[in-house]
Nanobody
Framework: VQLVESGGGLVQPGGSLRLSCAAS????????MSWYRQAPGKERRLVAT????????NYADSVKGRFTISRDDGESTVYLQMNNLQPEDTAVYYC??????????WGKGTLVTVSS
């Protein structure tokens, strides 16, 4: 199983980025998907989750109204659209695939830096 994040980079405050996480080696449509982030010196925190078939989404309070999680089961990819980025959004962003039986897979992360 592989989860490969992409789309990170340097952006100015108020800017936007779209992260992608491409999955392989698993039956993607059966997995719930989440994005987490870990800022320097801090613990990894949940950002957003989308359930199988996109039937439900939820977000951390800190990103509500700015970030949108979506998925394309045909492409085995989950996305995180991030708008109005702020310096406090600077972190390594990771995607996670998980199912109710306890199977969990993580990507290696992509760095997002918000700075002027």
């Amino acid at each position: 199983v592989q989860l490969v994040e992409s789309g990170g980079g340097l952006v100015q405050p108020g800017g936007s980025l779209r992260l992608s996480c491409a999955a392989s080696g698993l039956t993607f449509r059966l997995y719930d998907m989440s994005w987490y982030r870990q800022a320097p010196g801090k613990e990894r925190r949940l950002v957003a989750t989308i359930t199988r078939a996109g039937s439900s989404t939820n977000y951390a309070d800190s990103v509500k109204g700015r970030f949108t999680i979506s998925r394309d089961d045909g492409e085995s990819t989950v996305y995180l659209q991030m708008n109005n980025l702020q310096p406090e959004d600077t972190a390594v962003y990771y995607c996670k695939a998980f199912v109710s039986n306890g199977m969990v897979y993580w990507g290696k992360g992509t760095l997002v830096t918000v700075s002027s």
